[in-house]
Every structure is written in structure tokens, then in C-alpha cells.
T-cell receptor, first 120, second 113 residues
Framework: AQKITQTQPGMFVQEKEAVTLDCTYD???????LFWYKQPSSGEMIFLIY??????QNATEGRYSLNFQKARKSANLVISASQLGDSAMYFC?????????????????FGKGTLLTVNP | AAGVIQSPRHLIKEKRETATLKCYPI?????VYWYQQGPGQDPQFLIS???????DKGSIPDRFSAQQFSDYHSELNMSSLELGDSALYFC????????????FGNGTRLTVT
């Protein structure tokens, strides 16, 4: 089963408007971290924002905020006042803890991504 | 602030050749990850190291191997390259905790012809 689901392959938004990118996740672990990354067409992977499973408040970072609804297992990214430079692929990702013979591990699992296009 | 350094940025190889990708993590980060991203795909986890020891293995082909050295830099070695290995390869580093984001390098774009 998919750990991270991003149901919007592509989204369009007008410059200066707000946009919400959806993300739902699947885990039975009470401890996990949720992350959003931006990947412009140039290819680099840029960390945007983090939300911990025990955080009481929604994370915010400048124009980025995370709408975290734990009971619904959703962690939607809200970008306010969109800019042309926000056009990029956006990935939601989750970090869980699991233990094997090598000890504890915390690898990051990505969703399929949403391609955001900001129109002038 | 120092970032993750990857080299080379671009690499062109022929089928059946070998390739070595290098990664220098952010200082004091104890964990290094390698990811492979095919065209139009999400990044797929290959392998990770914690304090220079392999800690986890993902969908890494047997033709690939990796190690982390005493100075914490890591190398991904790929042999018998196939056309399907053409992808963007990322190295990332972080602290070994749930709330620590992975910081990615700019990636190595490998093209196999």
C-alpha cells in the first residue's frame, strides 16, 4: 500500500493567490515526521517545512503552512501569495522509525508529487 | 551554511561501463542516504549509512554498492550499467532522528547510452 498519497498530479494557480496541495499518509506508528520538498525544473530537492506527529500546532514557514489533520492522516501544504518562482514539483514525504538487525532506521518515503504551475 | 556536495553533476556512460558518484554530507550529520529518481518519478531509496556503517537497504540492484569513508564522505559505485540506470541520483544527509529533515545535494544526472 502507498505510504504517501498525493492525489493531484497537477495544479494551476494564479499569481498572488493561495493554493493547497493535498497529502494523505498511512502509518500505524504513533511517532513520525512529515515533510514537504520542492523540486524545480533544475532538479534540486529543497526542504520546505516539517510537521511532527506530536506537534499540537500546524507548522508554518514564511509563505508555507501545513494543514495537519492527524485523525484524517492528512498533511496538506498551503502556499500563500503564489509567485511565478513557486512553479515546481512538490513532494510530500514521511519519516517513520523502524528497527531491524541493523538498529533503528528513519528513511524518508516520498509521494508521487504534484506539479504546480503558477500563471501570471 | 554548508550543504551536501555531490560530484559530478552530470555523467555520461555507455552500457556495461562503471560509474562512481561521490557525496560529501553536511558536517556533523551522522546519516547519509542515496536515492534514485527516474524521469517523472518520485525519489526511490537505495541505501543509507549511520556513522559509516550501512544501516538500511532499499531497492538497490546487486550491481550497485556503496560505502561511507572515515571522513564521512560516501561513494555509490555502479557497475555493468544498463540503459534503465539513467536517472538523477541524490545523496542526502541528516541527523538520525524523526524530526530531522534530509538535506539533499544537487544530484548527479547519469545518462547511460
Amino acid at each position: 500500500a502507498q505510504k504517501i498519497t498525493q492525489t493531484q498530479p497537477g495544479m494551476f494557480v494564479q499569481e498572488k493567490e493561495a493554493v493547497t496541495l493535498d497529502c494523505t499518509y498511512d502509518t500505524s506508528d504513533p511517532s513520525y515526521g512529515l515533510f514537504w520538498y520542492k523540486q524545480p525544473s533544475s532538479g534540486e530537492m529543497i526542504f520546505l517545512i516539517y510537521q511532527g506527529s506530536y506537534d499540537q500546532q500546524n507548522a508554518t514557514e514564511g509563505r508555507y503552512s501545513l494543514n495537519f489533520q492527524k485523525a484524517r492522516k492528512s498533511a496538506n501544504l498551503v502556499i500563500s501569495a503564489s509567485q511565478l518562482g513557486d512553479s515546481a514539483m512538490y513532494f510530500c514525504a514521511m519519516r517513520e522509525a523502524y528497527t531491524d538487525s541493523g538498529g533503528s532506521n528513519y528513511k524518508l518515503t516520498f509521494g508521487k508529487g504534484t506539479l504546480l504551475t503558477v500563471n501570471p | 551554511a554548508a550543504g551536501v556536495i555531490q560530484s559530478p553533476r552530470h555523467l555520461i556512460k555507455e552500457k556495461r561501463e562503471t560509474a562512481t558518484l561521490k557525496c560529501y554530507p553536511i558536517p556533523r550529520h551522522d546519516t547519509v542516504y542515496w536515492y534514485q529518481q527516474g524521469p517523472g518519478q518520485d525519489p526511490q531509496f537505495l541505501i543509507s549509512f549511520y556513522e559509516k556503517m550501512q544501516s538500511d537497504k532499499g531497492s538497490i540492484p546487486d550491481r550497485f554498492s556503496a560505502q561511507q569513508f572515515s571522513d564521512y564522505h560516501s561513494e555509490l559505485n555502479m557497475s555493468s550499467l544498463e540503459l534503465g540506470d539513467s536517472a538523477l541520483y541524490f545523496c542526502a544527509s541528516s541527523h538520525d532522528s524523526l524530526n530531522s529533515p534530509l538535506h539533499f545535494g544537487n544530484g548527479t544526472r547519469l545518462t547511460v547510452t
